[in-house]
């Protein structure tokens, strides 16, 4: 049996107030209303048509995937919003639209579709609160002596945001781009941004024989003149012990060619090393991230050297998630001390090592108890507008979803000021579905699988998936942005 589902709306008001609160419309003196502010659904997948008035573009959020939004432009102070809603099989059940106008909420939208016959009851979504902010991105990168090429690549990705999507890959485990080769074998198109680790720096070469050689640029070189855009991340490791730091130069190499003991002697996940202390002249846990930035900004000189500008993204993940904890060393101490360490890797590597040609990249923490984070936890860690160029979220989520709800809280950790990318996923997102609901995701990174198949236990992404993206008119391949 089908029955009717209401759309009730509540506009935010003043206190004492008896009627709606009208948002400033900035000297058009248009008031924010919605018409109709009812709207009647069964339990088949169906769509109907919101008008606003208004004399910009609203912003407008949902708490539930199976009710989703599309929204227009404005012309003549109106514009429209396409709500839908996915076929109902269990219970009547409810979403909340809310919309946003000029920065504040003007009004929430109480969504209910009626039940199928014969179903259960559904759950509760347990987000937090969405809070949408307008997107004022910052003109210029933060380092005003950037290189010229690395201030032509921002301005580039300034220009194409909200509007497309470069899509991206590990090009291997660390330093190849075997994997991002294979995406274009399966596909057909090869990706546009392709990414790099320095992951095993505290481990040259000679530490065993497929350790790469970060000294020697051939694969970054390599995409990089094919027209790809290059992202480099750093899992930092450091000792576990005191006795276990090892200066290459001075002290030679002296770890076991067994991989195990290495990675026991080195760690990205050691409690054993302290941030603050690490930030303390004199310790020996100061003396390793000495040594390891000036090994660092040597093989980002190399890049620097051949004009190559990159996507810096060092410290991800510092907070974890805000409920369960870090997993790095960086996030083990707090949100001061990672943002102390951010701050001073930045000073070390531009003002005492000269190294300009990197965009900052920071990966802001989305997750609380495995559900939305509110804007107030991911604010906490983020080192300030003058330290980030770009903010990234890390998303392994299901299959072909929007994330919109991420997309905002990150965007309003940072006040709008910077561009909001996709910095790791393991399943593809819909990137056009995204963008219709307002989460112009500036780029994705997916991390990097077997080349024997696209899809694997972890994720579940087909070389149809990779295609459908790419060919679309929404997304950047190789060589699609000029600078």
């Known amino acids: 049996m089908a029955f009717a589902a209401i759309i009730c709306i509540s506009f935010i008001t003043g206190c004492g107030g008896d009627s709606p609160s009208t948002p400033s419309s900035g000297g058009d003196d248009v008031t924010f209303s919605l018409s109709p502010t009812s709207l009647s659904f069964d339990a088949t997948a169906s769509s109907q048509t919101i008008t606003v008035t208004c004399a910009s573009k609203p912003g407008v959020t949902s708490s539930e995937s199976w009710c989703t939004r599309e929204i227009g432009s404005v012309a003549d102070n109106k514009c429209t919003v396409k709500v839908s809603v996915a076929a109902n099989t269990g219970s009547e059940r409810t979403a909340s639209l809310t919309f946003t106008y000029n920065g504040s909420t003007a009004a929430i939208v109480e969504v209910k579709q009626a039940a199928a016959s014969g179903s259960s009851s559904s759950s509760s979504s347990g987000d937090a609160e969405v809070v949408v902010t307008d997107i004022n991105v910052a003109s210029s990168l933060t380092n005003s002596n950037a290189t010229s090429k690395a201030k032509s690549l921002y301005s580039a990705l300034k220009k194409i945001y909200g509007q497309k999507v470069v899509s991206g890959a590990m090009g291997g485990t660390a330093w190849e781009n075997t994997f991002t080769d294979f995406i274009k074998s399966q596909s057909g198109y090869y990706p546009g941004i392709v990414g790099y680790d320095y992951i095993f720096l505290n481990w040259p070469a000679k530490a065993w024989s497929d350790c790469p050689d970060y000294s020697d640029i051939t694969p970054v ?237 972890s994720w579940n992404n087909t070389a149809s998936d990779w295609k459908n993206i790419q060919k679309s008119s929404y997304c950047i391949n190789q060589g699609g942005l000029s600078y």
């Open 221 to 457: 070189k390599t995409a990089y003149d094919a027209g790809n855009i290059i992202q480099i991340c750093w899992h930092w490791t450091v000792p576990t012990s005191e006795s276990g730091f090892v200066n290459v130069e001075e002290d030679g190499f002296t770890l076991t060619s067994d991989k195990t003991t290495a990675l026991n002697a080195y760690k990205f996940d050691t409690k054993a090393f302290s941030v603050k202390k690490a930030l303390t002249s004199g310790t020996w846990e100061n003396k390793v991230i000495t040594y390891q930035i000036k090994r660092l900004a040597g093989f980002l000189k190399l890049l620097q050297d051949a004009d190559i500008p990159i996507l810096f993204r060092p410290l991800h993940e510092a907070a974890g998630d805000y409920t369960w904890g870090a997993w790095f060393w960086w996030g083990y101490e707090g949100a001061d001390q990672c943002i102390a360490l951010w701050k001073y890797l930045r000073d070390q590597l531009e003002n005492t090592y000269g190294i300009n040609n990197l965009i900052w990249v920071w990966t802001v923490q989305s997750s609380n108890g495995g559900n939305l984070a509110s804007v107030s936890q991911m604010k906490e860690w983020y080192p300030g507008d003058e330290y980030v160029d770009i903010i990234g979220a890390d998303l392994y989520v299901d299959k072909n979803t929007t994330q919109e709800n991420v997309f905002q809280q990150v965007n309003s950790s940072a006040d709008g000021h910077k561009m909001v990318a996709l910095s790791e996923c393991g399943n593809l997102l819909d990137f056009s579905g995204a963008f219709k609901a307002g989460a112009t995701w500036l780029y994705f990174m997916n991390w990097c699988e077997s080349t024997s198949s696209l899809s694997s236990s």
